[in-house]
């Protein structure tokens, strides 16, 4: 088992039919952490709210995650709008604390403002209406993900992500990542800190934009992704397979710079 001093997932969507849980229960026996963020929309209310779908691979994640603190990681829970009812229950509850950002110090010394990246996307804050609508037809498309999936399976062929591919290749889309990247930096900071990581968007990312460092730790619905910290402080992207008929895969895709 791989051992790192801090890890970072987000948007995992539990509750929904597109969430990868057998793939994250997976990355979770393989790694472990001293301490594990969970980057907002762990728990996706919107979607259950609509319908229940909780299969006992959902439940085994929160088992898992719940296991892994009992045992001494500390768990630390962003809240993203997914799940925005728990912005009632901020706190401490045994080895999980409830917050809505946080300041992680790396062991290289560099400052880290953790958040779920919600705050600053205009049509959540602004058109709550439109974005569920979105949300919607986001879970449209995923089932036709599903169903694309499907037929690749039965010609041999590995996970590809649908959803990911229009995201990439519609201007527009790209253009809403661009903006929303500028301005996490530009909040960012405000607080007086080296970095930013986030999730929200669903686009695993590391890039330096005007001198800070921003993060994007990715999904559980598309990417599979999360970032780590090494013992010394350098921080790793690490995308791990979705697809739990195939061979499992575990890429290091980009070692982050210490500066």
């Known amino acids: 088992m791989a051992h790192y001093r801090t890890g970072w997932i987000s948007d995992v969507h539990l509750g929904t039919r597109g969430c ?29 709210r609509r319908g229940i779908y909780w299969p006992q691979e959902h439940n085994d994640v929160i088992q898992k995650l719940l296991r892994k603190g009992r045992k001494g990681t500390e768990i630390i829970y962003i809240i993203g709008n997914h799940d925005e009812f728990l912005r009632s229950f901020y706190g401490n509850f045994a080895s999980v604390t409830l917050q809505k950002n946080a300041i992680h110090t790396t062991a290289d010394g560099r400052r880290i403002l953790v958040m779920h990246g919600h705050e600053l996307d205009t049509v959540v804050q602004n058109l709550g209406w439109l974005a569920h609508v979105g949300d919607i037809g986001y879970v449209l498309l995923m089932r036709c993900n599903g169903l694309v999936n499907f037929f690749r399976r039965r010609f041999g062929l590995g996970y590809w992500s649908l959803s990911a591919y229009v995201k990439a290749e519609v201007k527009n889309v790209v253009g809403f990542i661009g903006k929303f990247e500028e301005s996490i930096v530009r909040y960012a900071r405000e607080h007086d800190v080296d970095a930013v990581l986030c999730g929200h968007i669903h686009t ?23 970032i780590v910290e090494h013992s010394d402080g350098r921080l790793e992207l690490i995308r791990h397979s979705l697809d739990i008929d195939g061979p499992v895969e575990r890429e290091s895709l980009l070692e982050l710079s210490t500066v």
Not at 20 to 36: C, M, N, P, Q, Y
Not at 204 to 226: C, H, K, L, M
Request: charged share 25%; glycine share 8%; net charge negative.
């Open 20 to 48: 990868k849980a057998e793939a994250l229960l997976d990355f979770l026996r393989v790694h472990d952490f001293d301490t594990l963020y969970l980057v907002g929309d762990l728990i996706d209310i919107w979607a259950l």
């Open 204 to 226: 695993p990312a590391t890039r330096r934009i005007d001198g800070i460092d921003y993060y994007n730790t990715g999904d559980w619905v598309e990417s599979g992704t999360a």
